[in-house]
């Protein structure tokens, strides 16, 4: 209901699978019901008024999704070894106009990607302290815009739209959150 009060053109969602019953304490049972699953996006996007969806590189379950009313093109999964959840590139044309969008989701740890998974806690907080994590997500932004906006391919393209889930906070926003300057 809020999504077809928002009438929204189009919409771009990070983290686009569900695991999770609600919140992140009660897991969906293996195998995951194919109703949480982004094959059924098109049926979901249908209830706002958004006939056209793609989904970008489902290489974890944190693919990003673009749903649009207008007709919409998969340009690229972005994805790869080298990117932690990976992204989308689509184009959308709306009133003859071409309009580039880029939706991207990065690596969510403050510590080096090798560390995600142990127990190996003194070399998390030592990556921790080197800002590991923030070095990661700046290497996969690079990598986001060399395929898209900065690719030779696409130098002809004028309207881009770039969003995403960043996985980091500012320190701007710390006095919402309160997990202290350096988080």
């Given at each position: 209901?809020?999504?077809?009060?928002?009438?929204?053109?189009?919409?771009?969602?990070?983290?686009?699978?569900?695991?999770?019953?609600t919140g992140i304490d009660k897991r969906l049972p293996e195998p995951i019901p194919e109703r949480y699953l982004p094959a059924?996006?098109?049926?979901?996007?249908?209830?706002?008024g958004?006939?056209?969806w793609v989904i970008g590189a489902h290489q974890d379950n944190h693919p990003v999704v673009v749903t649009s009313r207008y007709p919409?093109?998969?340009?690229?999964?972005?994805g790869g070894k080298e990117l932690s959840h990976g992204g989308?590139?689509?184009?959308?044309?709306?009133?003859?106009?071409?309009?580039?969008?880029?939706?991207?989701h990065t690596f969510p740890?403050?510590?080096?990607g090798e560390l995600v998974k142990t127990d190996r806690f003194k070399e998390q907080k030592e990556s921790r302290r080197r800002y590991d994590?923030?070095?990661?997500?700046?290497?996969?932004?690079?990598?986001?815009m060399e395929r898209t906006i900065l690719n030779k391919k696409f130098r002809k393209q004028k309207n881009w739209l770039i969003m995403g889930d960043t996985n980091c906070?500012?320190?701007?926003?710390?006095?919402?959150?309160?997990?202290?300057?350096?988080?």
């Open positions: 209901k809020w999504m077809q009060r928002a009438d929204t053109d189009v919409v771009i969602f990070c983290e686009a699978q569900s695991n999770y019953v059924k996006w098109g049926e979901f996007a249908a209830r706002w958004h006939k056209y919409l093109t998969l340009v690229q999964a972005l989308v590139h689509a184009q959308v044309e709306v009133n003859g106009e071409k309009i580039d969008l880029v939706g991207f740890y403050a510590y080096s994590g923030e070095k990661m997500r700046t290497e996969e932004m690079k990598i986001f906070l500012s320190p701007l926003d710390d006095r919402f959150f309160g997990h202290g300057a350096d988080s």
